[in-house]
């Protein structure tokens, strides 16, 4: 069993709909909760950032972390064709002095005009 | 606008060839990473380094594998000698240590796409 899962999908949902993308865990040790967003042919880069459980809210995204479940997730409000890209749960803990970060799978994501 | 930067973009090669892939990270940044990125694994942390120093390479298969940090403005990654199953996107990403420890944001260069035939 991997540490972090993610279901790839793909997911594809029309413009303005609200996407839910979700990333389990079994590592207790886990302290930050990250979302990256890739586009095809380039780097991930960072989207959401959170540290405790709860919410995250910047802008169209909210970021959700529930410890006791092992659960997080992503929300996009009022998605954009723009929003078109794979999304990677990523999730680190303190080892040897720095962040272990561990990445999900990634889930693709299409949103059609 | 500072970024990593990663040569080669594409790289398509035989087997049993040697490969260099090699990394700029974003000025300033102490710690540099190395993953690869395929369709079965996902993200795969391969090497990580801190200060130029070599930190962590489990990830990383031994034999074949070797990471370097010649100086603070160059990362390697060399391959020798490949094989079919090496063949993936390698990404570096540089990053920044937090004052309460742990790595900041980690800022990831658009890869080495690997072909091994």
């Known amino acids: 069993q991997k540490e972090v899962e993610q279901d790839p999908g793909p997911l594809s949902v029309p413009e303005g709909a609200i996407v839910s993308l979700n990333c389990t865990y079994s590592n207790s040790a886990f302290q930050y909760f990250m979302w990256y967003r890739q586009y095809s042919r380039k780097g991930p880069e960072l989207l959401m950032y959170t540290y405790s459980s709860g919410n995250k809210e910047d802008g169209r995204f909210t970021a959700q972390v529930d410890k006791s479940s092992k659960y997080i997730s992503l929300f996009i409000r009022d998605s954009q064709p723009s929003d078109s890209a794979t999304y990677l749960c990523a999730m680190s803990f303190l080892s040897g002095g720095y962040n272990k970060l561990i990445f999900g799978a990634g889930t693709r994501l299409a949103v059609h005009p | 606008d500072a970024r990593v930067t990663q040569t080669p973009r594409d790289k398509v090669t035989e087997m049993g060839q040697e490969v260099t892939m090699r990394c700029q990270p974003i000025?300033?940044?102490?710690?540099v990473f190395w993953y690869r990125q395929t369709m079965m694994q996902g993200l795969e942390l391969l090497a990580y380094f801190r200060n130029r120093a070599p930190l962590d390479d489990s990830g990383m298969p031994k034999d074949r594998f070797s990471a370097e940090m010649p100086d603070a403005t160059l990362a390697t990654l060399k391959i020798q000698p490949s094989e079919p199953r090496d063949s993936a996107v390698y990404f570096c990403?540089?990053?920044?240590?937090?004052?309460?420890?742990?790595?900041?944001?980690?800022?990831f260069g658009e890869g080495s796409r690997l072909t091994v035939l």
């Open positions: 000025l300033g940044h102490n710690t």
């Open positions: 990403a540089s990053g920044l240590d937090l004052p309460g420890g742990g790595t900041g944001e980690l800022f």
